[in-house]
């Protein structure tokens, strides 16, 4: 009757005179040697090499419970087909041919079968893990390339449009003082109008429409003109000191200011893209700042005022300050990809009462924040490639994602050492992307 | 005289003061009216519609929240108002398929991208007004130099 791997191993081995104890680096035996035994493994490691020919590379790991000397053992006159090394303090079993076929109750076949089917399951499962390593590690070569790729092209994009960038957003940065100064000389009422158009308050359509037509019935000016007088915020008394001809200049001066004032932003906006596109090509250097993190979502929320109009945001400035040593454009980019994100995942679905979170606390090593919403969530399948580059999900209807908010996100929140997650559910029933950031020192 | 109307429709703000300031030498003749979204703007329509104002052109986004502006000249369209009304889409985001609805259903009589060349758009919508004045029978010699005249000697054969 044929054994099983247990009675072969109990009864051929556990002789304390056919034990072999090696040292890490001592060879079992060298490729090409004669070997007449079979070794049982009963703790350790070695290694296998073979060398010439086109397999040279071969490597294949004998670790505790394998058996090894097959080939040899079983041609003996071949000699050995590789060269095997102990990796570590290592106790092997011997046993020849004759040993084998020393108990009357087995054949020498009935002996080798179980261990043969071994060596078999244990060969396999290491070329299984090789291809899984390897597969692996093709993937991340891959994901590496696309995204250095990603980085060198959005690199020089970003070198071009930097100069041109910096110039805009210098001017619109500059232009405000001289120019207020310069109106307050000529015109101190222009110049309240003047600073109104900078620091414009936002009003509905419909509340500017009622106000154009209150001042057309009151003061008896044309529509059209009411409708200037009405943006440009103008209250009555204004209305009567300026006088019918100065309310075209008025209107005039407070568009000045509202546009430089909207420059001044979408500059920074832009200023803001391309450097997380440079980011995205290379680490980034000058962290050394504390942020205020609060501030950074108050300047994402200003700048997606348009984007997040009709949306409910809700968010709370924490009571005490939450600050990072960091680099504050790129939190703003950060918030500013995320809300962007949530916000066009709800427009697309049409959702009647919007709604968006972002929290911000402290934890006892690092920050805590969180951007939720109420729309559709992240569909299953999407959320293993979510953070790839060239992933998006907007190409339905009316919104084209360029595929590259969520890398640079992640690689920014990576940069500080943090991480991001993001899940379905939440308060708001929607999509919830989590990041933490420890403190830097600890 | 009447003084028809000239209907912004687009969520941004920004365009829309920017778009009535490119349009400021039309006001010798025209109303400009601006709307947010489609919702309001149907207020403006409405009320127009009431006092017998004839509405010349709506440019629309097509982008906004709610509704979008080719929902909203369908609309329009399907309600059988409006019908002379001339619609150009200014709209920075639209795919193949919303265009060819944009034209197919919501019958728009111009189609163009943001950001626009403003003396382009202003010689678009002069020809735009120019057919609307004929279309209704109004006088185009009440228009002084708004009208554009290769459609007036086009319509006048």
Redesign the interface.
């Known amino acids: 009757m044929r054994p099983s791997l247990e009675q072969v191993i109990k009864h051929f081995f556990q002789s304390e005179e056919r034990t072999l104890r090696l040292k890490g680096g001592d060879v079992l035996f060298l490729q090409g040697d004669t070997n007449d035994r079979l070794y049982y493994v009963v703790e350790g490691q070695l290694s296998a090499t073979k060398e010439g020919g086109e397999d040279h590379m071969g490597y294949l790991l004998i670790q505790t419970g394998d058996f090894t000397g097959m080939h040899s053992f079983l041609a003996p006159s071949e000699g050995a087909a590789v060269t095997i090394v102990a990796d570590t303090n290592t106790t092997l079993i011997h046993a020849t041919a004759t040993e084998l076929s020393s108990r009357p109750e087995y054949t020498l076949e009935e002996v080798l079968i179980p261990i043969f089917a071994n060596v078999m399951e244990s060969r396999q499962k290491s070329i299984y893990k090789l291809m899984a390593r390897e597969g692996q590690e093709k993937l991340s070569l891959e994901g590496k390339k696309k995204m250095d790729l990603l980085g060198q092209f959005s690199g020089g994009v970003a070198h071009e449009l930097n100069n041109a960038i910096a110039v805009l957003e210098q001017g619109a940065r500059w232009f405000p003082s001289p120019l207020s100064e310069l109106v307050r000389k000529h015109d101190p009422l222009l110049y309240e109008v003047f600073r109104d158009g900078l620091n414009q308050r ?1 009003l ?3 509340e500017l ?1 009622d106000r154009a037509k209150e001042i057309s019935e009151a003061h008896g000016l044309e ?2 003109l009411a ?1 200037k007088c009405s ?1 440009a915020r103008l209250s009555d008394e204004m209305i009567k000191s300026l006088g019918h001809e100065r309310l075209q200049d008025a209107y005039d001066i407070f ?1 000045i200011g ?2 430089m004032n ?1 420059m001044a932003i979408a500059s920074e906006q832009a200023a803001a893209v391309v450097e997380s596109m440079r980011n995205l090509g290379a680490d980034n250097t000058g962290k050394g700042i504390e942020v205020k993190l609060d501030e950074t979502i108050q300047r994402a929320l200003t700048i997606l005022r ?1 984007i997040t ?2 949306v409910d945001v809700i968010y709370e400035s924490p009571e005490r300050d939450v600050v990072i040593m960091g680099n504050k454009g790129e939190f703003v980019q950060v918030w500013t990809n995320l809300i962007r994100n949530g916000c066009d995942a709800m ?1 697309s679905e ?1 959702n009647p009462n ?1 709604r968006i979170e972002v929290t911000l606390e402290m934890t006892s090593n690092g920050v805590k924040a969180t951007i939720s919403d109420n729309g559709p969530g992240i569909p299953e399948h999407a959320f293993r490639k979510i953070f790839q580059p060239n992933y998006s999900t907007k190409k339905t ?4 994602g360029l595929g590259i908010g969520l890398p640079i996100v992640k690689r920014i929140i990576e940069s500080y050492g943090g991480s991001i997650t993001v899940s379905n559910g939440g308060n708001l029933g929607g999509a919830v992307f989590e990041i933490l950031l420890p403190f830097i020192g600890d | 005289m009447v ?1 028809p109307i000239i209907l912004s429709v687009d ?4 365009i ?3 778009l009535l ?1 490119d349009l400021e030498s039309f ?1 010798s003749y025209f ?7 489609a919702a ?1 703007a149907r ?2 329509l409405d009320e127009a519609e009431d006092h017998g104002v004839p509405v010349a052109l709506i440019i629309s986004d ?2 906004m ?2 509704e ?1 502006g080719v929902q909203f000249l369908t609309r329009l369209l399907e309600e059988n108002r409006f019908l002379d009304t001339k619609k150009l889409l200014l709209t920075g ?3 193949h398929s ?1 265009t060819i609805k944009a034209i197919n259903e919501a019958k728009i009589d111009n189609y163009v991208a943001k950001p626009w060349d403003h003396l382009g758009l202003q010689t678009i919508v002069s020809t735009l007004i120019t057919h609307f004045i004929f279309d209704t029978d109004l006088d185009y010699r009440q228009f002084g130099d708004l009208i554009d005249m290769r459609v007036v000697l086009d319509r006048s054969r």
């Open positions: 936002r509905s359509s419909k429409r529509r059209n409708r943006h568009e509202s546009v909207n348009n109009f009709g427009r049409k919007p209807g009316l919104q084209f | 003084r969520d941004q703000d920004e829309r003061e920017g300031r006001e109303d400009l009216y601006d709307c947010e979204s309001d207020l403006v097509h982008v929240p709610e979008t985001l639209a795919t919303d």
